[in-house]
């Protein structure tokens, strides 16, 4: 009786570099129960391979899937993934030397709630985990049993000679020859079915990535934009703040020399009730008074000139930092167009690239195919670029084309209006000639004589 080949379950681990470590289901189980820790994973989120492994070295089913790490190294006790029940039911995969495997990843998952568990593997020519998974199996470093594959010997008793008529089955051979092309292009239908599967898991990877950084840059752009605002918004707000406390200042200033007023009108009063006693001590203690009250005042004012002065300093700084700001912002919007004018000229440089031509006509000119280094110049002024690929001046252009679309006299009357009078259509621009070209026999005439005269 012929024995079944059996499989066998390996798990390996990647890291940037590629596979890191590779062991057997039964010590992943250990791992799992927490007989074994792997400090070198300590406090990391690895990325995970099962593979069913057939006699031949050969993978034959792959789930990826992601495992949590504690801080000591042991792996998180609240993994659950039935890892054997997603290899049997998800779909095929790309083939990797024994037929289409069977693949369970993020976009192919055969159960909704384990996809946020597990993660695509990258296709590219530089970097493929699949050939990376196929190369490390080869060696053989887990030690498996390699079966060869030997042709089964039929025993010489069970040989049986067929009758003489049936020798020669031109039918039986034509039959036979035919299922062999239906099985050749069923084959060849499968790989490119699995080819175009390939295909598709890679351009979904690429989009994923796509859409990553694309998020990523506008979370950036938008942390940015919220903190200057915020700046912004802040500066403001102290600028606010010193303005009301410098008005407060001079409302304290003007009340202390209402204040200051008050008093000396006091002791105005009580001087001029002096004099009645004596004069001469009253002048004395009205010049001691005028004295002191001067001082006070002068002290006061000079104190809080002094305040005013350096809050008026301060308002100044922010005011400079203000301006300061708004010009950064100013720069950054100016940067951001040209960013999208430089993403418009990476667009036509693609194109170019691709093989595609620039081409416009032009009256005189006919179809003109303009390299990539001149679109610039072309759309800043078109009908100058056609004149000068004719050779003439930008005017005498633009009169020749006015005259090529209605070659008629454009001479004024005495009324007014344009003579409009019939002429020969100049088919060149360099054979045009302004004043000659566009004007009739009798308007030519009187243009010599005037020019003459």
Not at 46 to 75: C, H, K, P, W
Request: aromatic fraction near 6%; charged fraction near 25%.
């Amino acid at each position: 009786m012929q024995i079944k080949p059996q499989t066998v379950e390996a798990v390996l681990f990647f890291n940037d570099g590629g596979v890191c470590k590779e062991m057997l289901y039964p010590e992943f189980e250990a791992m799992l129960d927490g007989v074994v820790s792997m400090p070198e994973f300590a406090d990391q989120q690895m990325r995970v391979a099962y593979v069913l492994i057939n006699t031949r070295l050969q993978i034959r089913a792959a789930v990826f899937f992601y495992l949590d790490f504690n801080e000591d190294g042991s792996a998180d006790s609240g993994w659950n993934i039935p890892l054997r029940n997603l290899a049997e039911r998800t779909g095929r995969g790309p083939d990797l030397g024994a037929g289409p495997i069977r693949l369970a990843c993020r976009s192919q998952c055969p159960v909704s709630w384990y996809q946020m568990h597990l993660w695509d593997p990258e296709l590219t020519q530089s970097r493929n985990h699949l050939v990376m998974l196929r190369d490390r199996i080869r060696r053989n470093q887990l030690g498996l049993l390699v079966e060869e594959e030997i042709p089964q010997v039929v025993p010489a008793e069970r040989l049986q000679m067929v009758a003489e008529d049936a020798w020669y089955a031109a039918d039986s051979a034509k039959q036979a020859a035919t299922e062999r092309a239906e099985k050749r292009e069923q084959e060849q239908r499968l790989k490119a079915a699995q080819l175009i599967k390939q295909q598709r898991l890679r351009i979904a990877n690429l989009e994923q990535q796509r859409e990553a950084d694309i998020t990523r840059l506008r979370d950036l752009a938008a942390q940015q934009q919220a903190r200057l605002l915020e700046e912004a918004a802040q500066l403001r707000q102290e600028l606010l703040d010193k303005e009301q406390l410098v008005e407060q200042l001079r409302s304290q200033l003007a009340e202390q020399a209402e204040g200051f007023q008050k008093n000396r009108e006091e002791m105005s009063q009580q001087l001029r009730a002096l004099e009645h006693n004596s004069r001469a001590e009253a002048q004395a203690s009205q010049a001691q008074f005028n004295e002191e009250l001067r001082r006070q005042i002068a002290a006061a004012v000079a104190e809080y000139k002094e305040q005013v002065s350096i809050r008026d300093v301060e308002l100044a700084y922010r005011n400079e930092l203000d301006s300061q700001l708004q010009q950064e912002i100013e720069q950054l919007q100016k940067q951001r167009d040209a960013l999208i004018e430089q993403s418009g000229e990476q667009v036509l440089k693609r194109l170019s690239g691709l093989g595609v031509t620039f081409m416009a006509y032009h009256p005189g000119a006919g179809h003109l195919t303009i390299p990539l280094h001149d679109m610039a110049r072309y759309q800043q002024n078109p009908l100058a670029y056609a004149a000068a690929k004719c050779a003439v001046s930008e005017e005498q252009y633009g009169q020749w084309v006015q005259h090529y679309q209605q070659p008629t006299c454009v001479a004024t009357l005495s009324s007014g209006e344009r003579c409009n009078m019939p002429l020969d259509k100049v088919e060149a621009p360099s054979r045009f000639f302004i004043g000659e070209s566009n004007c009739c026999a009798r308007h030519r005439a009187q243009d010599r004589l005037r020019t003459g005269s």
